[in-house]
């Protein structure tokens, strides 16, 4: 059986050292941010090249934070339209929607399933404020003609970099140091992932740190002094304890994703199965690898049979689920197209070669 992602696996790798880590962390006894969370922000914000890091609860309070904290310092205002890929994972749009802002479901570009930076201009309106781009999938979405679009409209951009923490671009920036903020997920299933829920915002911008370092703890920085409105959305100290015995890994993780994916676009050969643009550089961290197929089940059955896992990345686009009801009359047909017929095969830092070659050769034969 090939796993389509074996997490008990992927964290084996480092058992000693979290075993280490947790003896020390109860003999400590500090369990709520601390030096853990600390020096997990600092180890991050060193990686990621950026000036701030803020550990979260989870990407989606990462999001939804960036957002509030702009409302706070009155860059943005409810009501605010916010630019979103249309095919993204729910909680982009959800982000902006529970910050009181309005989403802007923009389609993607077919090529590489990021949004299509033609259609953005198309979608601005004088309420237009902020354009959120998703690295959808772990690939950079086309930061330099969206930063270019959002001087010329004066717009925020923020980044969903949950799928894509290492990726860099030609001159060397990583995912969360691209646009204004950034917000990251550490869900155990992403490139780098904790042993529970937990995520981070990185940033450049000193008064957006403080409002986040404030509205993640209760609207305080001092024990009982409440500044602002704040909420619960601390990064658990053990989960940035674990995440930062791990980060040290990340890079050379995302090398083997991409040795794979390689493999991949270089020996699936059936005319039936569609792979992925992939340039070949650092930019792309494989978070998922997707093929393109016109009748999914087909596939997945006879994959399934030959006992290699998939997922699909999305089966449902958030614009036709029932939550987003409001937006369902949109006219997407490119985010529809790509989530009829998207599969994910597996691809993790233990995928063996010899899991790949299988994998190669059954869809080679299908
Ligand atoms: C995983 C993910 C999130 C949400 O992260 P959680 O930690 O699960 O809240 C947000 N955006 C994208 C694109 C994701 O893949």
């Given at each position: 059986m090939i796993k389509f992602l074996d997490l008990q696996a992927i964290n084996a790798r480092y058992e000693t050292a979290f075993?280490?880590?947790?003896?020390?962390?109860l003999k400590e006894g500090h369990y709520i941010l601390g030096p853990e969370t600390e020096s997990f922000e600092a180890n991050f914000a060193a990686y990621c090249g950026t000036k701030y890091t803020i550990g979260v609860s989870n990407g989606l309070d990462a999001l939804i934070l960036i957002f509030k904290s702009y409302i706070a310092l009155g860059k943005l205002n409810p009501g605010d339209e916010v630019i979103v890929p249309a095919n993204?994972?729910?909680?982009?749009?959800?982000?902006?929607?529970?910050?009181?802002?309005?989403p802007v479901l923009v389609e993607p570009d077919e090529?590489?399933?990021?949004i299509n930076t033609a259609e953005i201009e198309k979608q601005i309106t004088p309420k237009t404020k902020a354009i959120l781009v998703v690295h959808l999938y772990g690939q950079l979405a086309d930061m330099n003609k969206i930063l270019q679009i959002a001087k010329k409209h004066q717009l925020l951009v923020i980044e969903d970099a949950a799928q894509a923490h290492g990726a860099q671009n030609n001159?060397?920036?990583?995912?969360?140091?691209?646009?204004?903020?950034a917000a990251f997920s550490f869900y155990p299933g992403k490139n780098l992932g904790a042993l529970g829920d937990a995520g981070a915002i990185t940033t450049n911008d000193k008064d957006l740190a403080t409002v986040i370092t404030e509205l993640r703890n209760y609207g305080s920085t001092e024990k009982y002094v409440?500044?602002?409105l704040g909420f619960n959305n601390r990064l658990d100290a053990l989960q940035a304890a674990f995440l930062s015995i791990k980060l040290p890994h990340l890079d050379a993780d995302n090398s083997r994703r991409r040795d794979i994916a390689n493999r991949y676009q270089g020996e699936i050969k059936n005319l039936k199965i569609g792979l992925p643009f992939y340039d070949g550089s650092k930019n792309h961290v494989f978070h998922v690898f997707i093929i393109r197929v016109e009748n999914r089940e087909s596939l997945d059955n006879y994959l399934k049979e030959s006992k290699v896992e998939t997922?699909?990345?999305y089966p449902i686009p958030p614009h036709k689920q029932e939550a987003l009801k409001l937006y369902s009359n949109l006219h997407l047909p490119i985010t529809e197209s790509i989530h009829n017929t998207v599969l994910s095969i597996p691809i993790s830092p233990i995928t063996t070669d010899s899991e790949v070659s299988?994998?190669?050769n059954l869809l080679n034969a299908y």
């Open positions: 075993q280490e880590k947790f003896s020390q962390f993204t994972f729910i909680a982009s749009i959800l982000g902006i929607i529970h910050a009181d802002l309005k090529k590489t399933f990021n001159d060397g920036l990583k995912a969360g140091n691209l646009a204004d903020a409440n500044t602002r997922l699909t990345h299988k994998v190669i």
